[in-house]
């Protein structure tokens, strides 16, 4: 299966579908309350991030959900970066509302879409990158157990031309199963 073939993911109340305009609505909702600032992927609009999202996977570059929990779309992921002859891609432009930021919904969003990468796609490594300033991003990216490969310094200029150092995360296929169990063991939790 290539990295960027649509496919829908699920694990209890938490389905990953291939991102449609459809899902619009419930994400416009999904946004409110959430800040947006130029190192996040919180959209400013959400109908006209979707249709970016479309044009980067009808490209070839990315593969974009909506996180689905309970029947109501409540923030997006993608595989992005996705370089398939190498079998290397990114998990990135990721944000949920803030109804379910730390209820795991993202742990699960991240265990599907890294069981899919590396049992179905067949990936060598898989990425994550934030900006040094964003705290809770970089927390997040720890806690599912990957690995810190490096910062970026001065890696882009933002919409105010101020610089953005970025943190590059990575898992490989053998910490996978591993991971996996840690991703299992904190959902058990919940």
């Not at 964003?134 to 105010?160: F, M, T, Y």
Request: hydrophobic fraction near 40%.
């Amino acid at each position: 299966m290539q990295l960027t073939d649509p496919v829908v993911l699920e694990r209890g109340a938490v389905r990953l579908e291939p991102l449609d305009q459809a899902h619009a609505a419930d994400l416009t909702v999904a946004r409110d309350g959430l800040e947006y600032a130029w190192y996040t992927s919180v959209p400013a609009s959400v109908p006209d991030e979707i249709a970016h999202r479309l044009s980067e996977r009808d490209a070839g570059r990315m593969n974009p959900w909506a996180v689905v929990h309970d029947g109501r779309a409540v923030g997006m992921t993608t595989f992005c970066n996705v370089d398939q002859r190498n079998r290397h891609v990114e998990i990135g432009y990721t944000w949920l509302s803030p109804t379910v930021q730390r209820t795991g919904v993202n742990t699960s969003a991240k265990l599907l879409l890294l069981g899919h990468a590396f049992e179905a796609c067949d990936a060598i490594a898989v990425e994550f990158r934030t900006s040094w300033h964003n705290r809770q991003s970089r927390a997040a990216i720890e806690r599912l157990g990957a690995k810190r490969d490096g910062v970026l310094r001065n890696h882009q200029l933002g919409p105010d031309g101020s610089l953005r150092d970025t943190v590059v995360y990575s898992v490989l296929p053998h910490e996978w199963a591993g991971i996996r169990l840690g991703l299992e063991a904190a959902l058990a939790k919940h």
